[in-house]
């Protein structure tokens, strides 16, 4: 059975022409909806025509002159998100969407990871903001035999921006890895390019190294969840084995596989 998609964008500018081809190109129906008026598809009525969620958004956040303006998101809304977690609605994020909601803390917990455009608290720890690399090569390598991977081949490449950021990897099942070296040096300050759209700075900014994963799958409730760091143009959405993975992560996300796998992990 072919699944529907409900694609959530939203606060980060993407090309939109190319990455809507992205998802023509794959075997699934699809929806898409922006912030704000995607919030209300949260509610349970609403999401049971959806078998997945795909979020290529990054909600909770405004950016201006100066430091950017967190937004909490409402009690109805966490209800609402909650929710569907419980009820094993499958999810996946991609690239930006670690952004999500930072005054929300257990949103990082449900993508297994934290970026942060300003110095933050991650799990009772203060820790800088995250840092950036734009249109960086690098390697993947396949970590495990897993249905998100199958037909993958054991390592490819990719050019891409990639993140330094906090990944919970206590609580992930690692699926790739990149080969290039997530330390503060080769990063730049997400802080001074929100506040002062000063880009590729990493003057005064200090960043401990960080996980080199770069795709995951985890639970949480009873819904499978998959993350994957890449995506973030038209490169990309082009790269014949980023359209495998996604369509892999959607399939299993979506399938009955993948929440008896969930129930199992919550016990």
């Not at 903001?129 to 390697?139: A, F, K, V």
């Amino acid at each position: 059975m072919t699944a529907n998609v409900l694609l959530v964008t939203k606060g980060h500018p993407f090309d939109r022409n190319e990455f809507f081809s992205l998802f023509d190109a794959l075997d699934f129906n699809w929806t898409h909806v922006e912030h704000p008026a995607a919030r209300v598809f949260f509610s349970p009525e609403l999401a049971a025509d959806y078998d997945a969620f795909v979020m290529y958004d990054m909600p909770g956040i405004r950016f201006r002159r100066g430091d950017p303006d967190y937004e909490t998101p409402t009690e109805s809304y966490k209800k609402n998100l909650l929710s569907l977690l419980e009820s094993g609605k499958g999810m996946v994020f991609l690239h930006h969407a670690i952004a999500g909601w930072p005054a929300w803390e257990e949103y990082g917990e449900i993508l297994g990871g934290r970026f942060f455009y300003l110095p933050g608290e991650v799990r009772d720890e203060n820790v800088p903001d995250s840092g950036y690399r734009m249109e960086t090569p690098h390697n993947l390598q396949v970590l495990r035999q897993h249905p998100v991977t199958a037909g993958l081949p054991s390592s490819f490449s990719m050019t891409d921006e990639l993140y330094l950021f906090e990944v919970f990897e206590d609580s992930v099942v690692p699926l790739l890895a990149s080969d290039y070296e997530f330390t503060g040096d080769n990063f730049y300050s997400s802080a001074k390019a929100a506040r002062s759209m000063t880009m590729n700075d990493r003057e005064g900014w200090d960043h401990a190294d960080g996980s080199n994963l770069v795709g995951w799958v985890k639970s949480y409730g009873n819904s499978p969840i998959a993350y994957f760091q890449g995506g973030h143009g038209p490169e990309n959405y082009a790269d014949e084995n980023y359209r495998h993975l996604l369509q892999n992560a959607i399939n299993w996300v979506a399938s009955d596989e993948a929440l008896q796998w969930a129930r199992a992990e919550a016990g």
